[in-house]
C-alpha cells in the first residue's frame, strides 16, 4: 500500500476548473428543494413532521427537505445498530479500510458536485469547500490505513512458555453527532472513523447542514458499506442530546460543537442509566477563542496576511479561526496601517461567484448574535473596520475589526463565531504570553516572531492544544498536524492524528499458556523479569 499523502486541493486559477465547478453549481441549482429520508438500515423513512435547509445566500430558497425524528425513530435506529454491530465488529480490518478507500474514490470523483452542494448549503467559498471535501478525503484515507495498523497490535515483551499479546476491539454503538460548519470533513472523519474501528453509527447531522450529510451517505452507500453500520437520523437535536446520550445502549457519543452543548453531553452522559453496563465514552470537541501573537520582531507581511486569513476565512466560522490578535505596541501602527487595507479589500457577496471571498453567515441566528457582538464591542473599544451588514439577499456582514480591547472585555473572553477580531496591544513577549491563556478556552494560536527564544518560550508556555509559527491558526492536515484542544476546548480528541481511532476502541489483554520446558533467560531478560515471590507465582495486579 502506498504511504499516505494528503489530497491536493483544487487550482481554480485554471479556467478548466472553474468551468467544472460551474457546471456543478448549475446540476447542484437544478436539484435544490428535494426531499430526504432517514435511512435506517436501508430502510428509507418519511415522517408527517419535517423542516428545511437554505441557502444562507439566498434567504427562503430551500437546499433540502428532512424528517424531523422522534423517539420511536432513533429507538428504532438504536436497536438496527445494535444488531448489525453483533456481526460488524467481527468484520475483518481490512475489509472495514477498504470501504474507506472506495468512498475516498467516489469523493474524488463527484468532487466539483459536493464543493457545490457546500457553496449551496453552507456559503462556504470555493476555495473553503474544496479543502472541506479534500480533508474529508484525507480522513478516509488516513483512517483506513490507522485501522490496518492497530490490527497489528502492539510490540509486547516475550515471556517464557506464554503466548501474550494485545488486541483492540470496538466499543458498540456510537452516536455522532458532527458540527454545521465542516459539514463533510469533520462528519466523514468522525463517522469513518467509529465505524472503521468495527462500530456501528447513529449518525445525526446539524439541521442547518443534512443535505451534504445526505450525499456522503449516498457516497457510504455507492461504496457498499453494509446496512446498519451508518444509521442517518435527521431532526431536533434534542433526539441525540436527550434521548439517543441517555440511551443505555449507547457506548460512545462522538460530538463537535458549541461548549454549551458539549457541556450537556458530558453531564448526561455522566449519568448510569438502568440496564446500562458501561461507562459511555464522551469524545467532545468544542469552542476556541484562538489568538495571534504578533511580536515586536515578526515579519510584519506575512504576520498580515495569516491574521487576515485566519480571521475572516470562511467569514470566521471556524472552531480554530483567529478572534483575538494581541498586538506588540511597538509594532503596533505598522501593522494595522497595511492590514486594514487587506480587510476592507474583501469582497463580500453570494459565494457561487467565485470573485467573493467571503459569503455569508449561516442563519439568522448567527447573524444577528454576530451584530449583537459588535454592538458589545463598540462600547468596549473602538471599531475601526466594517461593523455592518454587507449588502445582498443573504446573511452578509463586513469584515469586522475592534481595537482597544482588554482582556476583561467581552469580545476578548466569549466565542464569536463570525467575522469579528478584536485586536489587543501588548507591552512585550511576557504580557503578550499572558494574555494568550487569559481564557477558558485552549484550541489554536500562532506566534509571529523571528526570536528563536521567544518561540521555545512560546512552545512551552502557551496552552493551546495546536500551536504555529510564522503561519496561520487554521487548517490543521490531516496525518501532519493532528487537530484538538484544552480546557473548554474539548477533550483534545487530536482528530487526523495517530491516537484517535483509540477513542472509538478497548484494548483486551490475551495470554496463552503454552507449557513446555523454559528457556533460561539471558541477562537482558532478566532484568526485565521481576523477582518472583517465594509461591512461585509472578506478582499480578
Known sequence: MKRFVNERLTDFTKSANRKKMEKALAQVESELGREYSIIIG?????????????????????????????EQTAEKAMQVALKTFESWRF???????????????????????????????????????????????????????????????????KYPGEINKQVYIPLGV????????????????MTTAAFVSGNTVILKPSSDSPTIAAKFIEIAEEAKVPVGVVNFLTGPGAIAGDYLVRHPKTRFIAFT????????????????????????????????????????????DSAVEGVRTSTFGFQGQKCSACSRLILDDKVYDKFMKKFIPTVEAIKVGPVNHYENWMGPVMNESAYNSILEYINIGKSEGNLICGGEPAPGD??????????????????????????????????????????????????TGAVYTKNKKKIERAKREVHVGNLYFNRKCTGALVGIQPFGGFNMSGTDSKAGGPDYLLLFLQAKSIVEFIGGKKKKPTKKTKKRIKKKPKTGRRRRR
Open 42 to 70: 436501508g430502510e428509507r423513512i418519511r415522517l408527517d413532521k419535517k423542516f428545511h435547509s437554505y441557502n444562507p445566500s439566498k434567504k427562503g430558497q430551500v437546499v433540502g427537505t428532512f424528517q424531523k425524528a422522534d
Open 91 to 157: 468484520t475483518p480490518a481490512k475489509t472495514r479500510a477498504n470501504y474507506l478507500f472506495r468512498m475516498a474514490n467516489i469523493m474524488r470523483r463527484r468532487r466539483f458536485e459536493l464543493n457545490a452542494w457546500m457553496v449551496m448549503e453552507e456559503g462556504k467559498n470555493w476555495l473553503e469547500a474544496d479543502a472541506d471535501v479534500a480533508e474529508a478525503i484525507d480522513f478516509c484515507d488516513y483512517y483506513g490505513r490507522e485501522a490496518l495498523r492497530y490490527d497489528i497490535g502492539p510490540k509486547l515483551y
Open 174 to 189: 456510537g452516536v455522532v453527532i458532527p458540527p454545521w460548519n465542516f459539514p463533510l470533513a469533520i462528519l466523514c472523519g
Open 257 to 300: 460543537g458549541s461548549k454549551a452543548v458539549g457541556l450537556r453531553i458530558v453531564e448526561q452522559a455522566g449519568i448510569t442509566q438502568p440496564g446500562q453496563i458501561w461507562i459511555k465514552r464522551v469524545i467532545s470537541e468544542m469552542g476556541g477563542k484562538d489568538l495571534i501573537i504578533v511580536d515586536s520582531e515578526a515579519n510584519i
Open 394 to 443: 443573504g446573511w452578509f456582514i463586513r469584515p469586522t475589526v475592534i481595537v482597544d480591547i482588554e482582556a476583561k472585555h467581552r469580545i476578548f473572553q466569549e466565542e464569536i463565531f463570525g467575522p469579528v477580531l478584536g485586536v489587543t496591544r501588548s507591552r512585550d513577549f511576557d504580557h503578550a504570553i499572558e494574555l494568550a491563556n487569559d481564557s477558558e478556552y485552549g484550541l
